[in-house]
């Protein structure tokens, strides 16, 4: 399943900010408004992807997941999504790799796109196995984004071999918004893949 969120002002251009004063010297008061499905509350092993647009037009994107191993803990998608701009500087890793650009998150736009829940209840891996399989699915995805010409932020390391059937799926899932995921490389068959994580020793 795959949700998304857009995050804009309303009746507003598509880059508009908060930072608009007016002569006075007081904030310019707009409707904001924020749409969400109720899925994204729900903790499991989660993939999700940022689509940033910047105030000068530029766009970027950041590659994520929800799962802890050291914590033994999964948050929900939307868990991710606050904190990751928040304040927190254990958590808000989108605001500090956008601020390392120069960007201000705050006069930016906004979607946030979620896929998931990865497994069932019923599965019979440990927490830590299912963290290291969904560490290998963020990097495979941050690696299709960036080899299908979308600017991806983040880095994300793994050592995990890359569930090839898995990655099929979600890859599929993305590239509904993300066209550029259906075309070239990232449009590989699950044998073609499997051939190419064999040949990178297990990675994409």
Known sequence: MQSSIALSGENSRPNATLENLSARGR??????????????????????VW???APDGR????????????????????????????GNKHSNALN?????????????????????????????????????????????????MTEAGYEVINKVHSLTPLDIEAFAAL??????????????KTAATTREFATATREHGGQR
């Open 27 to 48: 904030v310019k008061q707009r409707l904001y408004n924020v749409a969400f499905d109720g899925a994204l509350l729900s903790r499991g092993f989660w993939l999700y």
């Open 51 to 53: 689509e940033i647009v």
């Open 59 to 86: 766009t970027f994107h950041y590659v994520g997941k929800t799962g802890d191993k050291a914590s033994h803990v999964c948050q929900s998608p939307f868990n991710r999504l606050t904190n990751h701009l928040g």
């Open 96 to 144: 500090r790799n956008l601020r390392q650009i120069k960007i201000d998150p705050q006069r930016c736009q906004f979607r946030f796109h979620a896929y998931g829940p990865l497994f069932g209840d019923r599965s019979q891996r440990t927490h830590g196995e299912l963290c290291d399989v969904t560490s290998g699915l963020e990097k495979g995805l941050a690696n299709a």
């Open 171 to 184: 890859r599929a899932a993305f590239a509904a918004h993300f066209d550029k995921l259906s075309l070239g």
